[in-house]
């Protein structure tokens, strides 16, 4: 039966390998006998980045049930080594549905296999990843397209009017490839992409008895994105029965990568884990597939497009990233950690001309509190810097359009 099913995938994977590809910005580099460990969320792209970054390849695809279901496991690589005769690598793509996957890899491993996987549950590859292949893997994290690749699908240079109306797009529809390239209905295909999500990879692998319980907690969190949260607020208000379950149903809707969450900065440990949330979505179309209104929030979608660049570059531990508040409720949108310094506060406001004295205030305010000068105020359009006073405090504040610091996120 395996020899089938690798048959039939290596013929879907010839007719992948035709489809149009954008060049992704993250690199599949050569790490001798480490395991490539490619994670992201379900339909981000993870396949067809490896597919084009490996050469002489063989392949198995773990979200085929029955294939997964396979009791004696040399029997895909044999299937694998009869389709591709002895390719240099090994491609198992979703190996978190392979029952007991991490001890058939280690074995490969040891065994002297160059091995690549993907999985879309990240807490789970991290587990088995961190207790069985410790020190002998590379992570790589990819997430749907950013926005210097959404307009790489354009295939030409852009002026810059162009490129802000692609941000308005990308705004609204996000960075999913598929419904990007094939042109086909970005709300009938992320709302489907979400409820596949919950209910395959969550519902089915932990058993869930109540799915509406968490399907509620997800649109719940889709209507709230950067805003706080407490989790008694989302028991009361989604159908989770208590405290923990709402905790325990968003931990699995994070491992799936289908939200993030931000922590208030605190430079107590004890009190960071204690203090407020900002919850985000992993892409902007997820947002749009399951909104209920006709006029988008167009402030919190801007600021979600942040928070997916600040946290790609979390995930490749190039920083960390919290929000800023004090007690009189003043508060900064993000401030980024590098080691253990703040070294930068990032404001979120539609034009300079417009910014609340709130708003400046609680800028300054952090910069003092922080010892941080690196001050950036994320606009639509507006571009300058000014020298504000406060109190006896001169600091120098700069504001860039959205469209140009996504651009210069590497």
């Given at each position: 039966?395996?020899?089938?099913?690798?048959?039939?995938?290596?013929?879907?994977?010839?007719?992948?390998?035709?489809?149009?590809f954008i060049e992704r910005k993250q690199e599949l580099k050569e790490s001798?006998?480490?395991?490539?460990?490619?994670?992201?969320?379900?339909?981000?792209?993870?396949?067809?980045?490896?597919?084009?970054?490996?050469?002489?390849?063989?392949?198995?695809?773990?979200?085929?049930?029955?294939?997964?279901?396979?009791?004696?496991?040399?029997?895909?690589?044999?299937?694998?080594?009869?389709?591709?005769?002895?390719?240099?690598?090994?491609?198992?793509?979703?190996?978190?549905?392979?029952?007991?996957?991490?001890?058939?890899?280690?074995?490969?491993?040891?065994?002297?296999?160059?091995?690549?996987?993907?999985?879309?549950?990240?807490?789970?590859?991290?587990?088995?990843?961190?207790?069985?292949?410790?020190?002998?893997?590379?992570?790589?994290?990819?997430?749907?397209?950013?926005?210097?690749?959404?307009?790489?699908?354009?295939?030409?240079?852009?002026?810059?009017?162009?490129?802000?109306?692609?941000?308005?797009?990308?705004?609204?529809?996000?960075?999913?490839?598929?419904?990007?390239?094939?042109?086909?209905?970005?709300?009938?295909?992320?709302?489907?992409?979400?409820?596949?999500?919950?209910?395959?990879?969550?519902?089915?692998?932990?058993?869930?008895?109540?799915?509406?319980?968490?399907?509620?907690?997800?649109?719940?969190?889709?209507?709230?994105?950067?805003?706080?949260?407490?989790?008694?607020?989302?028991?009361?208000?989604?159908?989770?029965?208590?405290?923990?379950?709402?905790?325990?149903?968003?931990?699995?809707?994070?491992?799936?990568?289908?939200?993030?969450?931000?922590?208030?900065?605190?430079?107590?440990?004890?009190?960071?884990?204690?203090?407020?949330?900002?919850?985000?979505?992993?892409?902007?179309?997820?947002?749009?597939?399951?909104?209920?209104?006709?006029?988008?929030?167009?402030?919190?979608?801007?600021?979600?497009?942040?928070?997916?660049?600040?946290?790609?570059?979390?995930?490749?531990?190039?920083?960390?990233?919290?929000?800023?508040?004090?007690?009189?409720?003043?508060?900064?949108?993000?401030?980024?950690?590098?080691?253990?310094?703040v070294a930068q506060l990032i404001q979120m406001c539609a034009s300079c001309?417009?910014?609340?004295?709130?708003?400046?205030?609680?800028?300054?305010?952090?910069?003092?509190?922080?010892?941080?000068?690196?001050?950036?105020?994320?606009?639509?359009?507006?571009?300058?810097?000014?020298?504000?006073?406060?109190?006896?405090?001169?600091?120098?504040?700069?504001?860039?359009?959205?469209?140009?610091?996504?651009?210069?996120?590497?």
């Amino acid at each position: 039966m395996a020899n089938d099913i690798i048959l039939m995938q290596k013929r879907e994977l010839e007719k992948k390998l035709q489809e149009r590809f954008i060049e992704r910005k993250q690199e599949l580099k050569e790490s001798g006998d480490m395991i490539r460990v490619i994670t992201g969320p379900r339909r981000a792209g993870k396949s067809f980045f490896a597919m084009h970054a490996l050469k002489n390849f063989g392949y198995a695809n773990f979200d085929d049930e029955k294939l997964a279901e396979t009791k004696d496991y040399d029997d895909i690589l044999n299937a694998i080594s009869q389709a591709y005769g002895s390719p240099k690598y090994i491609f198992f793509d979703e190996i978190q549905n392979l029952p007991k996957w991490e001890l058939f890899v280690n074995r490969l491993q040891r065994q002297g296999y160059k091995l690549v996987l993907t999985g879309s549950n990240s807490n789970l590859l991290s587990m088995e990843l961190a207790s069985h292949l410790t020190g002998r893997h590379i992570p790589i994290t990819l997430l749907p397209f950013s926005f210097a690749e959404f307009l790489d699908f354009k295939g030409k240079e852009l002026t810059e009017s162009e490129k802000r109306a692609g941000l308005e797009q990308y705004m609204i529809y996000g960075g999913y490839p598929e419904p990007l390239v094939k042109n086909i209905d970005y709300k009938e295909y992320l709302s489907a992409l979400l409820s596949s999500t919950i209910y395959k990879d969550i519902v089915k692998r932990h058993k869930i008895r109540k799915p509406q319980a968490i399907e509620g907690l997800a649109l719940y969190l889709l209507s709230n994105i950067a805003r706080e949260f407490s989790y008694n607020t989302l028991a009361t208000l989604t159908k989770c029965k208590s405290v923990h379950s709402a905790e325990r149903y968003l931990g699995f809707l994070e491992e799936t990568f289908l939200f993030f969450t931000i922590s208030r900065l605190s430079f107590s440990a004890k009190k960071s884990i204690n203090s407020g949330k900002k919850i985000y979505c992993i892409d902007n179309g997820l947002v749009y597939a399951k909104s209920m209104s006709l006029s988008p929030d167009k402030g919190r979608l801007y600021e979600n497009l942040v928070a997916i660049a600040l946290k790609k570059k979390e995930l490749n531990s190039e920083l960390k990233v919290y929000y800023w508040k004090n007690e009189k409720q003043e508060e900064v949108d993000f401030a980024v950690k590098e080691g253990q310094n703040v070294a930068q506060l990032i404001q979120m406001c539609a034009s300079c001309a417009d910014m609340p004295e709130r708003e400046t205030r609680a800028l300054i305010k952090a910069s003092g509190e922080l010892k941080c000068d690196n001050l950036l105020v994320i606009t639509e359009q507006d571009e300058s810097e000014k020298t504000i006073s406060w109190f006896g405090m001169e600091k120098k504040i700069k504001f860039m359009p959205l469209w140009k610091w996504l651009l210069e996120q590497k």
